[in-house]
């Protein structure tokens, strides 16, 4: 047996040691690069999507007449002047209906629809939703590519998706991402629950087709939500389902009826829940309920929580407003509210809603900085033993950061109180780039400044 020396052993030893360590890390990277391998092979493929449903997807252009647009304008503008635009749509009948957003075609005087194949067609517009962002259009010729209709009901958070249209005007661009929320309310689009992806869309994808794994449209992308008007890593899509009833209504009278109840609602947060004696955070508290309106004429009070409205649960105070719309006016809709620690149903019969009349101003509503406020009702002024201000409802990211959290109380911007959202927008637009807020946060008082540029919530083309 051949002698080794301490020093050679060690030698040994520290060999064998750097082959396993050089090993175990061989097996580690192949590990991930076989995770990563099998990631991307699981990825989805969705080239063969893209051929076969691309030539239902349409370029929308769009002639405007800027004189016309701001004849009560203030700006002078020379007579004659227009403004060429281009948005997408899609084909969703072989005869020459096409669906889009109704911000692509607003004040469009000359409406043009262009196909893969390069065809071109002039478009009658048939009628336009502006509350729900949708429109349907229509050419004259038989035989085109049409899409297929899925259901935007069964999408889950991480699903993959896949938007077609013309950013920038680059026809006929496909990009990819996932589901990142469902049933996203906006600011100013409480009739809305959208639908929130991370798919690149931009300036000229408004309009056109978001589309699941299986080739189905579950959505029409519309919005983007941004500082530079550019992807910022939010899109959002009105989904589909919605947008057939609403073109079924335009294809056969040219325009939407609503039902409205006449009252405002607003979110129940955790401290409004513990107060009303409800188990959880949900529902929509009503705030003002309009003399002689349907809510009125069936009992509903300033003060009750609706919680369902015919079978479906309300959880967030928007989806009183959307379940409530899509009503057929003259029909008795089922209220279950919570009134004095009990539940009870009341029938109510909507009134048909006029588009030209403005709804009752809501007491929560978007104010600048990115918040959503609403002024304390009594009861909380009671409880904070303050005279007003505004609660803190909901925050974009730059509030967050600069540190605003729900449930603050606004007392005043730059030394002066506010108790409305008209006095907030007031001091704010005063403001040069950051302003101070004075907030009540429990028994503490602190001011924090706060930069007044803000994310908003853009149509993508």
């Known amino acids: 047996m051949p002698h080794v020396t301490p020093d050679g052993m060690k030698f040994r030893y520290s060999k064998l040691l750097a082959m396993a360590l050089a090993l175990l890390l061989s097996m580690m990277l192949g590990a991930c690069g076989s995770m990563q391998s099998s990631w991307l092979w699981n990825a989805p493929d969705f080239s063969a999507l893209a051929k076969k449903y691309g030539p239902a997807v349409v370029n929308v252009g769009v002639v405007r007449d800027l004189a016309a647009q701001r004849a009560d304008s203030a700006t002078p503008v020379q007579h004659g002047v227009q403004e060429d635009s281009l948005g997408s749509g899609f084909i969703v009948s072989e005869d020459g209906y096409i669906l889009t957003n109704a911000h692509v075609v607003a004040r469009g005087s000359q409406i043009s629809v262009k196909l893969t194949d390069r065809r071109e067609f002039k478009a009658r517009l048939i009628g336009t939703d502006r509350v729900a962002d949708v429109a349907l259009l229509k050419i004259d010729a038989r035989g085109l590519p049409t899409v297929r209709i899925g259901d935007p009901n069964i999408v889950d958070v991480g699903d993959w998706v896949l938007a077609i249209g013309s950013p920038f005007g680059f026809s006929n661009s496909a990009t990819a991402g996932i589901i990142s929320a469902t049933r996203r309310i906006l600011p100013g689009a409480d009739y809305t629950p959208f639908l929130q992806t991370d798919v690149p ?193 909901r925050l974009n990211a730059a509030a967050l950061r600069a540190g605003v959290k729900a449930a603050d109380v606004i007392l005043a911007v730059n030394g002066r109180t506010v108790g409305t959202i008209e006095e907030l927008a007031a001091e704010v637009g005063e403001g040069d780039g950051a302003v101070a807020l004075l907030i009540q946060r429990g028994a503490t008082r602190l001011f924090i400044p706060i930069e007044t540029k803000k994310p908003t919530p853009r149509d993508a083309g």
Do not use: C
Request: net charge neutral; no cysteine.
């Open 201 to 393: 869309v931009n300036p000229g994808n408004s309009g056109g087709p978001l589309f699941n794994r299986r080739g189905e449209v579950i959505g029409i992308n519309s919005r983007i939500y941004s500082n530079s008007g550019g992807y910022q890593g939010l899109s959002f899509a009105i989904p589909i389902d919605a947008a057939m009833r609403i073109k079924e209504q335009l294809q056969a009278r040219g325009s939407v009826t609503r039902g409205r109840l006449g009252m405002t609602v607003q979110e129940v947060n955790q401290a409004l829940a513990e107060s009303f004696h409800l188990s959880r955070p949900a529902g929509a508290l009503v705030g003002f309920v309009e003399r002689g309106a349907a809510a009125d004429r069936s009992g509903v009070k300033s003060g009750d929580v609706i919680l369902r409205v015919n079978q479906h649960d309300v959880i967030q105070s928007a989806d009183a407003l959307i379940f409530i719309a899509d009503a057929v006016p003259g029909e008795e809709v089922a209220l279950t509210v919570w009134r004095d620690r009990t539940a009870l149903t009341l029938v109510v019969v909507p009134d048909r809603a006029d588009a030209s009349r403005p709804p009752p101003a809501r007491p929560d509503m978007q104010a600048p900085l990115g918040l959503v406020v609403r002024p304390l009702l009594p009861q909380e002024q009671v409880v904070l033993r303050i005279d007003g201000g505004l609660l803190v409802q």
